[in-house]
């Protein structure tokens, strides 16, 4: 069973900074494109950022220039470093991973459970 488990999620003050982090666990054999998602309430989820096995970056106009992201690939890990937030950022949080189970088979798309940031003062 595959599981991406995210943590660092919580109340901040406008300007301030948080840190994402995920871990995927379970049985597989590669991990290609881990990245993050939110969703604020009534609005669709939209992608934040995502990162390739090769290290190759996407990340949304509305976050560039103030949330990186990075991986470990040792720990299986994704992370969202996110500076400056602004209310607006005030989402559930989702990491994401295209992982292949066994060679042979295509990626699957996993999803976290989210984690809730909230900006406010």
């Known amino acids: 069973q595959v599981q991406l488990v995210e943590s660092g999620g919580g109340l901040v003050q406008p300007g301030g900074s948080l840190r994402l982090s995920c871990a995927a666990s379970?049985?597989?054999?590669?991990?290609?494109?881990m990245g993050w998602y939110r969703q604020a309430p009534g609005n669709q989820r939209e992608l934040v950022a995502t990162?390739?096995?090769?290290?190759?970056?996407n990340v949304a106009d509305s976050v560039k220039g103030r949330f990186t992201i990075s991986k470990d690939n040792a720990k299986k890990s994704v992370y969202l470093q996110m500076d400056s937030l602004k209310p607006e950022d005030t989402a559930v949080y989702y990491c994401?991973?295209?992982?292949?189970?066994?060679?042979?088979?295509?990626?699957?798309?996993?999803w976290g459970e989210g984690t809730l940031v909230t900006i406010s003062s």
């Open positions: 379970g049985s597989f054999c590669s991990i290609s494109t």
């Open positions: 990162i390739t096995s090769g290290g190759s970056t």
């Open positions: 994401n991973a295209a992982i292949r189970r066994a060679l042979g088979l295509r990626s699957t798309d996993y």
